[in-house]
């Protein structure tokens, strides 16, 4: 069967049982359907969205980035440390918060393009280190004191979160970018086959080093986001982060050996997540349980879909 | 004996093998003739139970055996080598020979004295010296192959499936595997094979089957055929003489190579490309081709000596350096250093040339689709649709994309190593005109054929290696195979 047709008709699936699950939810609850609780999903979303969609381009290059919950934690105090009232423009903060995010993951790259070491190993060796400069940085004590200008980020721009606008722009502009751009497609071909890509003149380093860069600039705005949201930059958040991403990413059909994928999968993924969290939630299960399940809906939805792909 | 009763398979929407019937008797040799795309492999492959028919089934001993999977088929005593090769490159080459029938003792460990001897054994039998203890991934493609072939026949299967098998081989291993065919013939072993090379048909087969488009056209006792009715029922017509008349080359120097070295590999290699020239790198396997026109598309860089292109020196870190300067090159490997599998057919013919529809960094996908659709016409690639993925296609659909590729961004110098293996007489005879096509307008083409038949009519001149060094540069009106065999053999 045509690739095309494999991808129109996983998203079908996958749109169907979003469906069905929001509609067992509208069931089984009264809340669900609510415009205060699909609005609240939305905003719980839109940070691992917004890394999902990171993390979409270093699985395309058939990489893998561990990094993302301790590079959000980083990105955080760095973006909360140049934000208390009346020290800068709300800009810096965001700036900075950003560009720590970016250097992350320009480190990531350039070590595993020039220092040819396995993306995992990397990426793991930045998970601690940034989780480590996090705690350095902070002392340790989540960063108060945040300036209003950039808490507001959290709020709400013409009735819609601003996360969830951020998270739109940024999943579009992906969007747009894989299908249009020739580095978007450098970056499928990269991942399809890396040896043919080069024998055929794709920059192969260059193009994984902007998958990296690019999924840590992301990273740093989720932890601006994330900051902006409880306030504080706290070294101890994005515990696991990258976990939740990667799942939607991978449930959203991006192939973990590279050169397959989509964002419209990716962003699938994340409102399937999304979805089942807020629906366990309002079913008042346990944190416990909730991680069980969690984890078998996610195995079960790529065994499902993998086992389809097969037929 | 082994039937396929009115079997189909559909890739899809487009049935790449309509209902087809075929009877293999016990202990023949039974070849399968037809060109790239004729349903030959995927014939071959739903025997061997790698593909499930969407139509009829197999029989086999009288009872009807749709087989799940390989190791069904396997286990029933039906093995299968494959075109593509698919060893494990970090096992011993005992441990691939033996893969899934270990010999193992009582504690389920593997017994490694009765593995190693049981390689020593079959390989033995083809004649072949390997040692057992070697990793796969430092064997060359034509031991690989050797390899493969060792593995089927440790199966102790009463059916062996060859696709291509001697594609890769030289001619002594080539006869090595043909004793060991009719060791196997004997002991009551049918074989089915698949060839795009004439005189082994005539050779070896007791009887052919030809498909075309993927039916069975007819099958007959080879001592009913010869070679040209042959190729007229594979294509459907009769070729005339497919090698296309050579235009005398220019004077204009395009490519000048001077002591090129890289140790061990080759050394004080230098030769000289005209425009409106071909040129041909022979010499038996292992003599360095693949590795010194490597080094002119910066895929590996040599280590000292001079590459001038154009009237200039030119300094080569990577593919990109060689495109840029108008060097393109269509590489041995088509799976390994060519094919994007994932990708459609189009943006794998666009990879290269990619800026040349863009806009500033952006894709203008119209402007794209018209010269995807163009080159897939005048390269005749048969697919359902552009964006149907590179892998599905047939050996010689592929490699016609991949010179449309190399050709799609107008270099100036083409490197081609192979290209023509394992394809068929239709496809070769377009790549032969194609590579006519670009000397005549005054690009030159640099050649890499282990056919000398096709080096010897294609090239202007023959340049022969011989285990790293060049041994003679021959004029190719007047060098004949025997020549340039003597130059090319160690002495």
């Known amino acids: 069967m045509p690739a095309l047709d494999r991808h129109l008709l996983h998203r079908f699936g996958l749109l169907l049982v979003i469906l069905a699950v929001g509609l067992g939810l509208s069931f089984v609850t009264d809340t669900f359907l609510s415009v205060a609780n699909l609005t609240n999903v939305a905003r719980q979303v839109s940070i691992n969205g917004i890394l999902a969609v990171g993390v979409t381009f270093v699985l395309l290059t058939a990489g893998v980035d561990l990094s993302l919950g301790s590079v959000v934690a980083l990105s955080g105090v760095a973006c909360a440390t140049f934000a208390h009232p009346g020290d800068h423009t709300v800009f810096i903060p965001i700036a900075v918060g950003l560009l720590t995010g970016a250097a992350c993951g320009l480190v990531n790259g350039v070590l595993v393009t020039r220092g040819g070491v396995a993306p995992f190993i990397v990426t793991l060796g930045m998970m601690t280190i940034a989780r480590g400069l996090a705690l350095i940085f902070s002392g340790g004590r989540p960063v108060a004191n945040m300036s209003s200008e950039l808490t507001s980020l959290a709020g709400d721009f013409l009735g819609v979160p601003i996360p969830v606008l951020c998270f739109a722009s940024v999943a579009t502009g992906a969007w747009f970018f894989l299908r249009n751009f020739r580095l978007g497609r450098h970056i499928y071909a990269v991942g399809g086959n890396e040896n043919a890509a080069r024998a055929a003149g794709v920059p192969v380093e260059r193009v994984k080093l902007f998958a990296y860069g690019l999924c840590g600039l992301l990273t740093g705005l989720a932890g601006v986001v994330l900051a902006a949201r409880i306030t504080t930059g706290q070294p101890n958040a994005g515990q696991a982060y990258e976990l939740d991403a990667i799942a939607a990413v991978v449930i959203g059909g991006t192939s973990l050996a590279g050169g397959v994928g989509t964002i419209t999968g990716t962003l699938l993924g994340v409102l399937l997540i999304g979805e089942i969290n807020n629906g366990l939630d309002l079913q008042g299960v346990s944190s416990y349980y909730q991680a069980v399940i969690k984890g078998v809906i996610i195995v079960g939805a790529v065994w499902l879909d993998r086992r389809q792909a097969r037929s | ?491």
């Open chain 2, 1 to 491: 004996m082994l039937r396929a009763l009115e079997l189909r398979k559909d890739f899809g929407g487009l049935t790449v093998l309509h209902p087809t019937s075929v009877e293999f008797r016990l202990g023949e040799v039974h070849a399968l003739m037809g060109e790239n795309g004729a349903g030959k492999s995927t014939l071959m492959k739903v025997l061997a139970g790698l593909y499930r028919p969407d139509g009829g089934h197999v029989e086999w001993r009288g009872v009807q055996a749709d087989f799940a999977s390989p190791h069904d088929a396997l286990v029933a005593g039906i093995a299968m080598i494959h075109q593509e090769l698919m060893p494990i490159p970090d096992l011993t080459v005992a441990e691939n020979i033996t893969l899934g029938a270990e010999p193992c003792g009582r504690f389920w460990q593997i017994n490694r004295p009765a593995q190693r001897q049981r390689a020593l054994e079959l390989l033995k039998e083809l004649e072949a010296n390997i040692e057992p203890d070697r990793l796969m991934r430092t064997l060359t493609v034509a031991q690989t192959q050797v390899v493969e072939i060792a593995k089927a026949l440790g199966r102790r299967a009463d059916v062996i499936l060859m696709d291509e098998p001697t594609a890769a081989l030289s001619e002594q291993e080539v006869a090595a595997l043909f004793r060991s065919i009719a060791r196997l013939k004997a002991r009551g072993v049918t074989i089915v094979y698949t060839t795009h090379k004439m005189d082994e048909v005539f050779k070896l087969a007791d009887r052919i089957s030809v498909l075309r488009d993927g039916r069975l056209v007819g099958t007959s006792p080879a001592s009913e055929l010869n070679p040209a009715k042959l190729i007229q029922l594979m294509v459907g017509r009769e070729l005339a003489d497919i090698f296309p008349v050579r235009l005398p080359p220019t004077d204009e120097v395009l490519l000048e190579v001077s002591n090129l070295t890289r140790e061990p590999a080759y050394r004080d290699i230098s030769f000289r490309l005209h425009r409106g020239e071909v040129v041909a790198l022979a010499g038996l396997m292992g003599a360095g081709r693949t590795e010194v026109v490597s080094a002119i598309y910066g895929l590996q860089p040599a280590t000292s000596g001079e590459i001038r292109f154009k009237g200039r020196p030119l300094s080569l870190r990577d593919p990109q350096d060689a495109l840029a300067a108008g060097i393109g090159m269509v590489t041995e490997d088509r799976k390994g250093l060519g094919l994007i599998p994932a990708l459609g057919l189009g943006q794998n013919v666009t990879l290269t040339a990619l800026r040349e529809f863009c806009r500033g960094q952006m894709i203008d996908h119209k402007a794209e689709a018209v010269a995807i659709r163009s080159r897939v016409a005048e390269f005749t690639i048969k697919a359902t649709s552009p964006s149907q993925p590179i892998a599905q296609l047939s050996g010689g659909n592929q490699q016609k994309a991949l010179l449309a590729r190399c050709l799609l961004g107008d270099p100036d110098l083409i490197i081609l190593d192979e290209p023509t293996r394992g394809i068929d007489i239709g496809a070769k005879a377009e790549i032969y005109s194609a590579i006519q096509g670009l000397a005549r307008s005054g690009k030159a083409v640099l050649l890499v054929s282990s056919e000398l038949p096709e080096a010897l009519s294609l090239a202007h001149r023959i340049v022969v290696l011989r285990r790293g060094s060049v041994a003679a540069t021959l004029d190719a009106a007047t060098a004949d195979q025997e020549t340039v065999l003597r130059h090319a053999m160690p002495l």
